[in-house]
Every structure is written in C-alpha cells, then in structure tokens.
C-alpha cells in the first residue's frame, strides 16, 4: 500500500487496510471492557480478602493456563484458522465475564469463585494472546506496514488502559464492581461483529503441517534458539514482563495503604501508567517505517526497572503519576520493538509458535511476577515491592549482559538480520 500521506510519518497509514481497520476498531472497544474489568477485579479481590497476597493469587490464576499452555497453544495455531479461533476465545470471554456479573449480583461470590473464573478467563487467553498476535500478520498486505500495524494494536491497548481505568474507578463509586464486569460482557460483542466482516484468504489462514504437536513445539523452540535476534529479543522479554507490570496487584494495596486512597485512586494510578504507554506506542507508530530497533530496546528495558524502583519512593499522587507515566512510556516501547523485532525476523510457518513464545513470555510469567510482588507487599509493604521489582529487573538484564557480551553487543550492532 502506498500513498502520499505515508510520506509525512503518518502514524495511523496501516488502517488503509480493511480487515485490520475492522480488527483494530473492534479491539479498540474490547480493550476498554477488559481494562474495566481488570481494575474492578483486584480491587474486588482486596476489598473482599483485605490482604495483597491473596490479590496477587487471584491475579495469578488468569496467567497460569498461559504459562501451562502456551507452547502448545502456538502448534495449534500454526495449523487452523485462526479467525475462527478468535471467535472461540471472544465468545469465551464474554461468558466468564457475565458470569462474575451474576456471581456478583447473587452475592455468591467469593475468594474460591474469583479464582476458579479467572482461571477459566486464563485458559481462554493462553489462545488468544498468540492468536491475536500472529493474526496482524494476516491483516496487512504489504508486509513493511506490519511494525505500523503492531503499534497501532499496542496504541489501541494503551488508550483502553487510559480510558478504561478512569471510567472504572467512577462506575465502580457510582454502580459496583459488577458493571465493569457487565460492560466488559458487552464490549466482546463489538469483536465478534468485526471478525464476521473480516475476510482472509484461506490460504494465509491454513498451515498444516505434517508432524504431531510435540514435534512441532519442539522445532519452533530450536528455531528460536538458533537464531540471536528472536532468542535475545525473548530474554529481554521476559525480564521484563516478569517484574515490571505487577501494578494490577501493588497499584490497589499503593493507593489503599500508602496514599490513603480508593477505588478512584487506583483508577488513577492505572491511568497514568496507560497515558505513557499511550504516548510511547504512538512514538512507535510514527517511527516504524524505520523498524524497529535493538538499542532503544535494550535502552529502555533498563529504564523501566529505575522507574518501577523510584514509584517506590513516592509519597503522593502527582509524583506517582510522573514515574507511572515514564515507566509506561518505557514499557511499551520493549513491549512494541519485542513484537515487531520478531513479526519481522519470523518465517510465517514458525509464526504462531514464536508469537506463542512471546505471549507465555509475556502473559504467563505474570504469575510468578505476581506473586514475587504480593510477597514483598504483603511481607514488608507495597513500597519495598517496588524497589524489589525494580531491581530484579536490573539484575537480571545485568546478568545476562555478563554472561553473553559477544551476544548482547552483536545484537546491538546488528540492525537486521
């Protein structure tokens, strides 16, 4: 695709497309929903537990089925259509979520219920984060379009973390919990409405490949290890999503014990975190004609380890709003140059098996993140797991800088392989 506009850095030039201007309009709803719900649901879980350890097991339940599925989520994927996956998953989500509405307006719910549906919302996601993820592939033609496209998906993700969070915090004042979870039951629909009108050859959506899925796993992690740029890319990964994006568990206990606030506090506090993020996946935007790019990467993915430090140090809401603005501004950019780097340096035969790799990096990590911040939250308090997080996530990138320098440099010189 080629027109004028392109020329001026237009951030928003891979909508041209149809199939994925549907897509990302439907996600762009949906992710609001989901931020609604993500904010009611810890905040349900702690003012129904009043104890951080055990919101961060409530949030750790809906990543474990990514963590325990991933890897064959993406041999899966690389062998159906994957349009019709993402309508399995949607309409998935959609019952879990009316299903906490009704639990809720019942009043049966409890701390046992809140985990068994977050971890039945879980199994659902272990498919559709990697389904989405190599789904983009399949939305735009012109393949030098894709890092555009990828950041507009992290953009439209972003903006809901804004918006999302700050309607949650006054619908849950105003209504209750349950009608962020009833809001979220509504916003699947916009989704399902969008893939019906979606149309993708089935040629570009069909992958058989005549092995059984434990073969195919076991290619895909070799064809990762063997090349640098998507093994190293990984690691960064998942360093960084291990210890960096534990908010949804010490944003609640930081605004409730640290700065005596509320339900809209802890809106606010997620609302600052997604104007960054916001801001940087709009940066990524402008900029991905470019590519993407390994020494930003490495750079800022250093940086959100000092930011999830200094949110910390903190003693009020407009300090807390700068480092949370900074944090998500650098957390994005690893996330968006992570994607990018491996859409871009991936066969599309190996694509739903990486991508996978990357949403267990992502996503089914956050249990282990999770429950190393609730921890140290519930232990000492929400300020030391700040610094704790902060610094695992520097040591850690130290460590592997140590140990493989002829990599780390290689990879920083290298623009493409």
Request: with cysteine; charged share 10%.
């Given at each position: 695709?080629?027109?004028?506009?392109?020329?001026?850095?237009?951030?928003?030039?891979?909508?041209?497309?149809?199939?994925?201007?549907?897509?990302w309009?439907?996600m762009?709803?949906?992710?609001?929903g989901?931020?609604?719900?993500?904010?009611?649901?810890?905040?349900?879980a702690?003012?129904?537990t009043?104890n951080p350890?055990?919101?961060?097991?409530v949030?750790?339940s809906?990543?474990?089925?990514t963590?325990l599925?991933?890897?064959?989520?993406?041999?899966i994927?690389?062998?159906?259509?994957?349009?019709r996956?993402?309508?399995?998953?949607q309409v998935?989500f959609?019952?879990?979520?009316?299903?906490?509405v009704?639990?809720?307006?019942?009043d049966?719910?409890?701390?046992?219920?809140m985990?068994?549906?977050?971890?039945i919302?879980?199994?659902?996601?272990a498919?559709?984060?990697?389904?989405?993820?190599?789904?983009?592939?399949?939305?735009?033609?012109?393949?030098?379009?894709?890092?555009?496209?990828?950041?507009?998906?992290?953009?439209?993700?972003?903006?809901?973390?804004?918006?999302?969070?700050?309607?949650?915090?006054i619908?849950?004042?105003?209504?209750?919990?349950?009608s962020?979870?009833?809001?979220?039951?509504?916003s699947f629909?916009?989704v399902?409405?969008?893939?019906?009108?979606?149309?993708?050859?089935p040629?570009?959506?069909?992958?058989?490949?005549?092995?059984?899925?434990?073969?195919?796993?076991?290619?895909?992690?070799?064809?990762?290890?063997?090349?640098?740029?998507?093994s190293l890319?990984?690691?960064?990964?998942?360093?960084?999503?291990?210890?960096?994006?534990?908010?949804?568990?010490?944003?609640s206990?930081?605004?409730?014990?640290?700065?005596?606030?509320?339900?809209t506090?802890?809106?606010?506090?997620?609302?600052?975190?997604?104007?960054?993020?916001?801001?940087?996946?709009?940066?990524f935007a402008?900029?991905?004609?470019r590519?993407?790019?390994?020494?930003i990467?490495?750079?800022?993915?250093?940086l959100?380890?000092?930011?999830?430090f200094?949110c910390?140090?903190?003693?009020?809401?407009f300090?807390?709003?700068?480092?949370?603005?900074?944090?998500g501004?650098?957390?994005?950019?690893?996330?968006?140059?992570?994607?990018?780097?491996?859409?871009i340096?991936?066969?599309n035969?190996?694509?739903?098996r990486v991508?996978?790799?990357?949403s267990?990096?992502?996503?089914?990590?956050?249990?282990?993140g999770?429950?190393?911040a609730?921890?140290?939250a519930e232990?000492?308090?929400?300020?030391?797991?700040?610094?704790?997080?902060?610094?695992?996530?520097?040591i850690f990138?130290?460590?592997?800088?140590?140990?493989?320098p002829?990599?780390i440099?290689?990879?920083?010189?290298?623009?493409?392989?």
């Amino acid at each position: 695709m080629e027109n004028s506009i392109k020329k001026y850095n237009n951030p928003f030039y891979s909508l041209g497309y149809p199939n994925f201007r549907l897509y990302w309009v439907g996600m762009c709803i949906s992710n609001i929903g989901t931020w609604m719900q993500n904010i009611a649901l810890p905040w349900l879980a702690l003012t129904t537990t009043n104890n951080p350890f055990l919101v961060s097991l409530v949030s750790a339940s809906q990543f474990i089925p990514t963590l325990l599925l991933s890897l064959f989520s993406g041999a899966i994927l690389d062998r159906v259509n994957k349009k019709r996956v993402l309508i399995i998953t949607q309409v998935g989500f959609l019952l879990v979520s009316l299903s906490f509405v009704i639990m809720i307006y019942l009043d049966w719910l409890n701390f046992g219920l809140m985990i068994v549906l977050s971890f039945i919302y879980g199994i659902f996601n272990a498919f559709d984060s990697p389904c989405r993820q190599s789904f983009i592939y399949e939305l735009v033609e012109q393949k030098e379009d894709l890092p555009n496209a990828v950041a507009l998906n992290s953009m439209a993700f972003n903006a809901a973390r804004v918006i999302g969070p700050s309607i949650a915090g006054i619908i849950m004042t105003k209504f209750g919990a349950s009608s962020c979870f009833l809001i979220n039951s509504i916003s699947f629909l916009f989704v399902l409405v969008s893939l019906f009108f979606i149309k993708t050859h089935p040629e570009q959506v069909e992958n058989p490949i005549g092995k059984n899925i434990i073969e195919n796993i076991k290619d895909g992690l070799i064809y990762i290890k063997n090349s640098s740029v998507l093994s190293l890319s990984l690691i960064i990964l998942l360093i960084v999503a291990t210890f960096i994006p534990n908010f949804n568990v010490l944003n609640s206990a930081f605004a409730k014990y640290v700065l005596n606030g509320n339900e809209t506090t802890f809106g606010y506090l997620m609302s600052f975190m997604g104007i960054g993020a916001f801001f940087g996946a709009l940066l990524f935007a402008t900029a991905s004609r470019r590519g993407p790019s390994r020494k930003i990467l490495y750079t800022v993915s250093i940086l959100c380890g000092i930011f999830t430090f200094l949110c910390g140090t903190v003693n009020n809401l407009f300090t807390a709003g700068i480092f949370h603005i900074l944090n998500g501004f650098c957390y994005i950019l690893t996330l968006s140059n992570v994607n990018s780097t491996l859409q871009i340096n991936t066969e599309n035969r190996y694509r739903g098996r990486v991508m996978s790799i990357y949403s267990l990096f992502l996503n089914g990590t956050t249990p282990l993140g999770n429950l190393y911040a609730g921890f140290f939250a519930e232990r000492f308090n929400p300020r030391v797991a700040f610094y704790s997080c902060g610094l695992a996530g520097l040591i850690f990138i130290g460590i592997i800088t140590l140990l493989r320098p002829n990599s780390i440099k290689e990879y920083l010189q290298i623009k493409k392989e």
